[in-house]
């Protein structure tokens, strides 16, 4: 997991499990340090608005307190027909998301951001993912979320594990984007900020 040829820290500006376990794919050492940001949308904020602001505001929020390191950070929000869908937090608002998603097509705003406060290296950038789903009857969607719990996940559906079966195309150009982190877009640019991977 260590990369002795880079000489500046990275930071995953991020609690989540997922992202985590993402960017250990590419064998680099890297901290971890959760952001303090309101993730609480503007009024009549666009869902890739949404997620581009608050991917900065995570990256730039950790890098302030880590000034010489490289700060990753990312967000995504679940863009139905331009009504952003945010982590359910419960059983019922995943109900009513999956409930509001059958049969639709899904665009999840995958942002990517990356900050280091000492260079004043900063960008941004968002992969967008179209996710098409299957007509869905109310028992599916009461197994699917008995079965998996997907209350920490935008959208309510982990395509990582059985909410793949919910699904009934996806596509995108950065397969890691749908589940937090997408990785050819994070390797391009902590390698513009001076991390090298290879």
Do not use: W
């Amino acid at each position: 997991m260590t990369n002795p040829s880079s000489a500046r820290r990275l930071i995953l500006g991020s609690t989540s499990k997922y992202r985590r376990e993402l960017l250990e794919r590419l064998r680099i050492a890297f901290e971890t340090d959760a952001p303090r940001v309101d993730e609480t949308p503007q009024p009549g904020e666009a869902p890739v608005a949404l997620a581009r602001r608050l991917a900065l505001a995570k990256a730039r929020d950790v890098a302030d307190r880590h000034p010489d390191a490289v700060v990753i950070g990312s967000d995504q929000v679940a863009d139905l027909h331009g009504q952003p869908l945010g982590k359910p937090g419960t059983h019922e608002r995943a109900a009513a998301q999956l409930k509001a998603m059958s049969g639709q097509t899904v665009v999840f705003q995958t942002a990517l951001a990356v900050v280091c406060r000492y260079t004043g290296f900063e960008q941004v950038d968002l992969a967008p993912v179209e996710v098409t789903f299957r007509h869905l009857t109310d028992e599916e969607i009461e197994r699917y979320l008995r079965a998996e719990e997907p209350y920490d996940c935008a959208g309510s559906a982990r395509s990582e594990g059985l909410g793949i079966a919910l699904l009934e195309r996806i596509d995108n150009d950065d397969p890691t984007a749908l589940v937090g982190l997408p990785l050819i877009r994070t390797c391009r640019m902590i390698r513009a900020a001076g991390i090298p991977l290879l």
